[in-house]
């Protein structure tokens, strides 16, 4: 599946050889990809000019003088550049252009290939509900986005409405390099682990955009991506060394999902911290009733409703 370093490639491609470009047009082979009817489609965007590209997490947005291209790629497939009388193999959605070049757009499995007219951007469901690309959020806004939440750290990782553009490509060296197991619960990281947390997260996604993403994708000239199984650090590499301390690395499950960790370096086990935590105090004596102290406010599930807070153990520390 392609995440960010894929997309973020793509979509710098895209800009740079297909800005200008007008739209003659539009072929559609599989209909379930689009949000609107076959000739609508067409109708939007034949005789558009491409003003642009960008992206947002797993979306490629393309602007031109008749609204807006938004090319999701799902599971995987192609954006390949080509001769409009060499068309490849495999096709789902073709863009011909008046220079008598194609863009052709193939997925493996599933994918998406919307319109949206610029003044209703905003109202396609699919992209206006996600949260900030992860690789541009400095880190005091990425401990704000933290801030409160309780669930696992990779299930956080994975919603792209909270943050855009990790999968399960990519989340397992994040983890690895933040030294956290993903089954961590959000509430009980330290001031150290999440800025280890987003570090990762730069690290584990930065080499690959350098590379033009995974080899097992193809950029828009048909080249695959250099970054290669051997710059994986622990991600789909199961009984194989650990990188950092030797261990062998091990597949788990993680709920719906599977997670490749190295069980010394990542340990389940929440480690006391020394620094301040971010959202709450975990075993946090409970105030005597003499002490002038304020109540902390009520927390409020996602219905609304007030949630009892679970009472701390009376018990001394030693």
Request: glycine residues 8%; charged residues 30%; proline residues 5%.
């Amino acid at each position: 599946m392609p995440e960010l370093p894929e997309i973020a490639s793509r979509a710098r491609e895209m800009d740079k050889e297909l800005t200008g470009k007008t739209i003659t047009k539009v072929e559609v082979l599989q209909p379930k990809c689009l949000n609107v009817s076959k000739k609508k489609f067409a109708t939007a965007l034949e005789g558009a000019k491409l003003l642009g590209t960008t992206y947002h997490g797993k979306w490629i947005f393309t602007d031109t003088t008749k609204g807006y291209l938004l090319i999701n790629m799902g599971m995987g497939g192609e954006l390949l550049l080509v001769d409009s009388k060499s068309m490849p193999e495999k096709w789902r959605i073709a863009f011909h252009f008046k220079d008598r070049t194609t863009l052709a757009v193939n997925f493996w499995w599933f994918g998406y290939t919307h319109y949206a007219a610029a003044s209703k951007l905003d109202k396609h469901t699919m992209s206006a509900k996600l949260g900030p690309n992860v690789i541009d959020v400095a880190f005091a806004e990425f401990r704000e986005l933290l801030s409160k939440r309780k669930g696992a750290v990779k299930s956080f990782l994975l919603n792209q409405e909270r943050i855009a553009g990790i999968g399960n490509a990519y989340v397992h060296d994040i983890l690895f390099l933040a030294g956290l197991h993903p089954l961590r619960t959000i509430d009980t990281l330290s001031d150290d682990e999440i800025e280890a947390l987003w570090n990762g997260i730069q690290k584990g996604l930065k080499p690959s955009l350098r590379k033009r993403g995974a080899f097992y994708e193809r950029d828009l000239y048909g080249k695959r991506g250099g970054f290669k199984m051997k710059d994986i650090l622990v991600g789909y590499r199961e009984g194989k060394p650990c990188p950092s301390c030797g261990e062998k690395v091990v597949k788990i499950k993680t709920g719906s999902t599977a997670s490749f960790i190295c069980p010394k370096c990542q340990p389940l086990k929440q480690k006391k911290s020394t620094g301040k935590k971010v959202v709450k105090k975990i075993g946090a004596k409970k105030p005597k009733k003499s002490a002038a102290k304020r109540k902390p406010p009520a927390r409020k599930s996602a219905a609304g409703k007030p949630v009892k807070r679970r009472a701390a153990s009376k018990k001394k520390r030693s």
